[in-house]
């Protein structure tokens, strides 16, 4: 069984920044694309970004030039760096992955900022 853990959530300060991260475990054999999105208190889930196995990455508008998104296949870990962090980031933020050429979500992380 396959699975993604997220970490590093947490209350961060408007203006401050957060870095999280998401592992993959389990038995896998191939790591497709990995992506993250969110969900506000009362919205629907959003996309935020997305790496390729080739290290092409896209974004939201919301998020251009704040936030960055790397991978690391040795350790199968996706990262999210969020800088310049505004409430309006405040979310849920749960990763994607082709694991084995099959989509698999993660529990999420929580972020809010906040003063």
């Known amino acids: 069984q396959v699975q993604l853990v997220e970490s590093g959530g947490g209350l961060v300060q408007p203006g401050g920044s957060l870095r999280i991260s998401c592992a993959a475990s389990g038995s896998i054999f191939s790591i497709g694309d990995m992506g993250w999105y969110r969900q506000a208190p009362g919205k629907e889930r959003e996309f935020v970004a997305r790496i390729t196995s080739d290290y092409r990455t896209t974004y939201a508008d919301p998020v251009k030039g704040r936030f960055t998104i790397s991978r690391d296949n040795a350790k199968k870990t996706v990262y999210l760096q969020m800088d310049s962090l505004i409430p309006e980031d405040t979310a849920v933020y749960s990763c994607?992955?082709?694991?084995?050429?099959?989509?698999?979500w993660g529990q999420g992380t929580r972020v809010t900022v906040s003063s």
């Open positions: 994607n992955a082709i694991l084995n050429r099959w989509p698999s």
